[in-house]
């Protein structure tokens, strides 16, 4: 059966084929491969601030795929996508989820192929291992937070001025919006008033 796939290809300093030269390349290769070459994303180079390369092709493929346009991407290595390990992973995780399959010529990965399988379970991992990454860095962050006396946690204290108003206005029959709007204090706040149970005041 004929698979219709699309071809990524992008110019840089590193790479020893042009993005001209890689498309070629990966269309001679679709053709031998029984595939048929329905879109062309080709990102050359454009530098903006601070060095960083434009990749509008690259972002506009990300959209396909995420889009539901894509069975097949052909790529002539893995270091044309992605100008980090975050945003490879997130591509990979991308593919993954689509249902796309992925062709890495350089690294003679096909991802349709029992060969492939593994390469969406290492971004898996890589994801996984980042997200866990950022959770302990939050958590350590959390802990030197809290053996510093100067850094609260929780919601910032209430001026004890405020809470009085508050509890003014909720004498004389003031709704909870009107006493929250009045005092200066959010409606949840006023709730915890007129619940009895006492938000927090700042100590002079």
Request: glycine share 10%; charged share 25%; with cysteine.
């Amino acid at each position: 059966m004929t698979r219709t796939a699309v071809i990524y290809a992008r110019t840089s300093p590193e790479c020893p084929l042009s993005a001209d030269e890689q498309i070629t390349h990966l269309k001679n290769l679709a053709g031998h491969r029984g595939s048929t070459v329905g879109r062309v994303f080709a990102d050359r180079v454009v530098i903006i601030r601070k060095g960083r390369e434009k990749r509008p092709a690259e972002a506009a493929l990300l959209d396909a795929i995420r889009a539901g346009e894509v069975q097949r991407v052909l790529i002539w290595s893995i270091d044309r996508v992605g100008r980090s390990l975050t945003d490879l992973v997130a591509f990979l995780e991308a593919c993954r989820s689509a249902g796309v399959s992925l062709w890495l010529d350089h690294e003679r990965i096909d991802t349709a192929a029992s060969n492939g399988l593994s390469l969406f379970d290492v971004g898996g991992m890589m994801a996984h291992h980042q997200r866990q990454s950022r959770r302990g860095q939050i958590l350590r962050g959390q802990a030197v937070a809290r053996g510093n006396p100067n850094v609260r946690f929780g919601r910032p204290p209430l001026p004890e001025g405020k809470i009085e108003k508050a509890r003014m206005l909720l004498s004389t029959g003031k709704s909870l919006r009107q006493t929250a709007r009045l005092a200066g204090i959010s409606p949840t706040s006023v709730g915890r008033l007129k619940t009895g149970l006492e938000p927090t005041v700042a100590s002079n």
